[in-house]
């Protein structure tokens, strides 16, 4: 995307000489947020290599740096006109991790026909049986979650992968509902 330079005059208080001006192109269209432990924020869009923004991943230690969002925006939008709303409104439709890299736990959000969000925690296959009881450390708080619940860094760049292309996980996952 180069910039279109017209020339334009300038205005009698600068002499008259010509001036260039640059015409900016909208600027490249973003399709996601990605937000790191609810400070950082970066925007995505369709061809973009999103292994590279999962980098931090390794690097999440459950205190400080706990958790990575990707959330799908609700239309694709100009990176150059992003505003402050844009940037902090809650996406209906997300996956996140939270914890550290070698234990973390995975969640998704989905915005249905009209209805509120539905909120999943990810986990392998088979029967769950009591209350979630394993400590997952996130910040200030701790997530409970069932054994087979807990992944490490290298399952999420998975999982955060196949969102950002597909706008669903991997096969093989198993979803619980909150209330499960």
């Known amino acids: 995307m180069g910039s279109k330079v017209n020339s334009v005059v300038a205005t009698s208080d600068d002499g008259g000489f010509r001036v260039p001006a640059v015409e900016r ?3 490249p269209l973003v399709t996601h947020r990605m937000t790191y432990s609810d400070r950082l924020r970066v925007f995505l869009g369709p061809g973009e290599a999103v292994a590279g923004y999962l980098r931090p991943l390794r690097g999440l230690d459950g205190k400080r740096r706990y958790a990575l969002n990707l959330a799908r925006l609700p239309m694709p939008l100009r990176a150059t006109g992003i505003t402050l709303a844009d940037s902090t409104a809650f ?3 997300f996956v996140q991790c939270l914890g550290a890299a070698d234990a973390l736990t995975l969640e998704l959000c989905r915005t249905g026909e009209g209805g509120p969000p539905r909120h999943y ?3 392998l296959p088979g029967p769950r049986t009591g209350a ?7 910040g200030a708080a701790d997530r409970y ?11 999420a760049a998975e999982v955060f992968t196949e969102y950002f292309h597909s706008g669903g996980v991997p096969a093989g996952f198993q979803l619980r509902g909150n209330g499960q």
Request: hydrophobic share 40%; proline share 11%; charged share 10%.
């Open 121 to 123: 925690v990810l986990g």
């Open 91 to 93: 996406g209906g439709n």
């Open 145 to 155: 979650v069932h054994a087979d619940e807990i992944f490490t860094a290298a399952h």
């Open 132 to 138: 979630p009881s394993v400590p997952i450390a996130c």
């Open 25 to 27: 192109e909208p600027g």
